[in-house]
């Protein structure tokens, strides 16, 4: 079956850092890799999708990048981390019957 | 952006007590996906309505969709206090591109 590792759950980062979440999926090949945000108390928005190694398509414009070195690895990363940053930040593989499998998501706080 | 909204936003019911959430969406979409999600939790698929198809059961799920006004709905029958929980409706367009209503919090109280 697939499997989505998101890591670390939570993370508390001051403005101005660097930021680097990292997704690595299981049990599927080539996936449909997505980054969604969520704020507290709303839907998802989603950031990023990619279809394939190296491609990277941009929902909105912001402060965040997208980057697929490895078909079953999806990297989220930020040069200076604003506090409009802050959110629960959710990997997702798209299923072969169409659902989504989410990862379990990190918990970003930008101090 | 988001798909659309979802109605109500909050729902509080007894336990046994039947649980209607409903959803809107903007676009044309391929099929029309429910989620759930636990307080600070990942998603977890519940139920893919096509949209060809206009009813689908899962277990004591049930939902619709009216391509024609652009709606689904979500019916939990006979609610039980694990229900508890927000669920979210999520429109796939052409692309492979899922997005998400704003949400429906369900609490069920035992």
């Known amino acids: 079956s697939q499997t989505i590792h998101q890591w670390p759950a939570t993370l508390v980062q001051p403005v101005g850092s660097p930021l680097s979440l990292e997704c690595t999926v299981e049990?599927?090949?080539?996936?449909?890799l997505y980054w969604y945000r969520q704020a507290a108390g709303r839907g998802l928005q989603l950031l990023f999708y990619?279809?394939?190694?190296?491609?990277i398509s941009s929902e909105v414009p912001q402060n965040l990048s997208a980057s697929r070195p490895q078909d079953r690895q999806f990297i989220l990363s930020s040069k200076k981390l604003l506090l409009s940053d802050s959110g629960f930040y959710l990997c997702?593989?798209?299923?072969?019957?169409?659902?989504?499998?989410f990862g379990s998501g990190t918990r970003l706080t930008v101090v | 952006s988001q798909q659309g909204e979802e109605d109500p936003q909050a729902l509080s019911i007894q336990e046994g007590e039947n649980a209607t959430m409903n959803c809107s969406y903007k676009?044309?979409?391929?099929?029309l996906q429910w989620y759930r999600q636990n307080s600070g939790r990942g998603l977890v698929h519940l139920i893919l309505?096509?949209?060809?198809?206009r009813e689908k059961h899962s277990g004591r799920l049930r939902v619709t969709l009216d391509t024609s006004k652009k709606s689904s709905s979500l019916l939990i029958t006979a609610s039980r206090a694990a229900d508890t929980a927000s669920y979210f409706c999520?429109?796939?367009?052409?692309?492979?591109?899922?997005?998400f209503g704003e949400g429906t919090q369900l609490t069920v109280n035992p």
């Open positions: 999520a429109g796939e367009t052409s692309g492979s591109r899922l997005t």
């Open positions: 997702a593989l798209r299923g072969p019957n169409y659902g989504y499998t």
């Open positions: 990619s279809v394939g190694i190296g491609q």
């Open positions: 676009t044309s979409i391929n099929n």
């Open positions: 049990g599927t090949s080539n996936p449909n």
């Open positions: 309505i096509r949209s060809n198809e």
